[in-house]
């Protein structure tokens, strides 16, 4: 049996230039907490700014909380979890009323939280969410 040839050195430092880069995906998708070390999603009630935020027939990502709220016509409020069910990446999109995850491009209605492009199939998670002193508050469903 004839012997493998040795790889050349280009060989083996193209390889090991692409280890670094092809591991960022890994982190990107495997993120379970949101921007600068904040939980998934809220474990209390957390405040998230003024309910003149969200318009009518409208939503807003408050990306720092992984928490997206959106207002019905009669002029109440939804809140979802804005952690992607697919690969748990925290979803940084909001165009219109539709999320968009930056892992796999998963889409989800802001307004019901039910899935609009796979690849995730589970809707996001529902959470409480009021008004308090001219405030919107979030926080885990009780």
Request: aromatic share 6%; proline share 17%.
């Given at each position: 049996m004839p012997a493998r040839p040795s790889p050349s050195r280009r060989t083996v430092l193209r390889g090991a230039a692409l280890t670094p880069v092809a591991g960022l995906?890994?982190?990107a998708c495997s993120a379970g907490a949101g921007a600068e070390g904040?939980?998934?999603?809220?474990t209390a009630p957390v405040e998230l700014g003024p309910g003149s935020d969200v318009a009518k027939g409208g939503a807003e990502l408050y990306r720092d909380h992984n928490v997206v709220v959106s207002r019905a016509e009669d002029g109440s409020l939804k809140a979802y979890s804005t952690i992607c069910t697919h690969a748990q990446c925290p979803i940084n999109k909001l165009e219109g009323t539709t999320l968009i995850c930056p892992c796999h491009g998963s889409e989800?209605?802001?307004r019901t939280g039910k899935v609009l492009r796979s690849p995730a199939?589970?809707?996001?998670?529902?959470?409480s969410v009021r008004t308090a002193n001219g405030k919107i508050v979030a926080g885990p469903l009780s």
């Open positions: 995906g890994l982190a904040a939980p998934a999603t809220p989800f209605d802001a199939t589970e809707p996001l998670r529902e959470l």
